[in-house]
């Protein structure tokens, strides 16, 4: 039987831990994005306030010219916010110095691009292994993990290819193995199927949706492509540097 102690201390305890469960991965407060150009200032985005559920799979929509993907460099930590904060695993990085966000991003963000950013003179085992090679670990540790990812995407037997010695599908399947090697919770894709056919796009979509539901990262997607949206479970959208939510994902893609 539980004394009025022990239910004290338990919630406490519980409210002491809270927070990592069940505070969003990603918050974004009045996020402004600007540039200037000559004496204009272009406003881009326009206080976002976003928050990003732990193992949410998010699809970022909207027209061309939108804002998408300078909002999804902005909560990577690949640009600089005009005003506003950012806090993801609830680090302003808004606030960091840019060598400490870029050994933050090493490890808590995983980038997927629509046109896969493969280094070309390196094999796919070598693309992998460079976001470890900023990490301290030795090189058999680096084989092991990048071995493990590398088999999770299906490639095992691709490990000595060169990117032009691979398919489209096949380069983005690296890239993504490449996100995944320093297993961060956190996954941003800018139209990772935007580049690819229909059947293999299905195929890298089915790959971020086991990533999502089998290691609980969250993903954040920027698409244009409605079978990318209906894998997602919550889809919001951007127009003119303004979001609002959508109605949600299983609707959607009920209707496709
Ligand atoms: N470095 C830059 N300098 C000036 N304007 C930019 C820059 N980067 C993006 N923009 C402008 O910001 C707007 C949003 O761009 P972007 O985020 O790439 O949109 P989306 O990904 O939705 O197509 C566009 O009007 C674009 O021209
Ligand atoms: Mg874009």
Redesign the pocket.
């Known amino acids: 039987m539980g004394t009025p102690i022990t239910a004290a201390s338990t919630s406490a305890a519980r409210a002491a831990t809270a927070s990592p469960a069940d505070t969003p991965i990603v918050r974004t407060v009045d996020l402004s994005k600007s540039?200037r150009?000559g004496d204009q200032t272009?406003p881009?985005?326009v206080d976002i306030d976003l928050d990003v559920r732990r193992g949410d799979f998010v699809a970022l929509m909207?027209?061309?010219?939108?804002?998408?993907?300078?909002?999804?460099?902005l909560i990577a930590g690949i640009d600089q916010p005009t005003s506003g904060r950012i806090e993801v695993d609830g680090v302003d990085i808004a606030r960091l110095s840019e060598r400490d966000l870029a050994a933050w991003r090493a490890t808590h963000v995983g980038f997927v691009f629509q046109f896969y950013n493969l280094m070309p003179v390196l094999t796919a085992f070598e693309n992998v292994e460079l976001p470890l090679m900023l990490t301290p670990l030795s090189r058999a540790r680096r084989r092991a993990h990048v071995d493990a990812v590398l088999a999770m995407v299906g490639l095992a037997d691709r490990a000595e290819h060169l990117p032009n010695e691979l398919s489209g599908g096949q380069q983005q399947r690296v890239a993504i193995a490449r996100a995944l090697v320093t297993d961060p919770s956190l996954i941003v894709a800018?139209e990772p199927t935007g580049d690819l056919d229909r059947q293999t796009g299905i195929e890298v979509l089915a790959l971020l949706s086991r990533l999502n539901e089998e290691l609980g990262k969250t993903i954040i997607m920027?698409t244009h492509d409605p079978k990318a949206a209906a894998v997602a479970h919550r889809l919001v959208h951007?127009d003119k540097?303004v979001l609002g939510d959508e109605p949600d994902a299983a609707g959607a893609a009920g209707h496709d």
Do not use: A, C, H, M
Not at 62 to 72: A, D, E, I, N
């Open positions: 540039y150009r272009i881009v985005l909207g027209p061309s010219g939108s804002g998408k993907s300078t909002l999804l460099n800018d920027v951007l540097g």
